[in-house]
């Protein structure tokens, strides 16, 4: 299954986001900062990972699940995706 249009303008959007995050940390290593900051910048970076993830998961378990029909039994869908999902550490 594909993203649509709007799904795939959201998401390219955050992974910018995240790519400029992940390059602030990067500076603020080469800058020597405090590492308190360093952790807290990163907590950030991966918490805008996680929202990508949920914005994702979301949106496969609304359109890809409903569209597997044709291709796969939802359930089958479903199950894939409950795979994927206990993968991921939290």
Sequence with gaps: ???SAQAQEELVARMRRIEGQARGVQRMLAEDRDCLEILTQLASLRSAAYSASVALTEHYAIQCVREASFHES???AMRR???VLLR???
Excluded: F, G, I, S
Aim: proline letters at 17%.
């Design 1 to 3: 299954m594909t993203l």
């Design 74 to 76: 939802p359930d089958e």
């Design 81 to 83: 995706l409950v795979d």
């Design 88 to 90: 991921t550490p939290h």
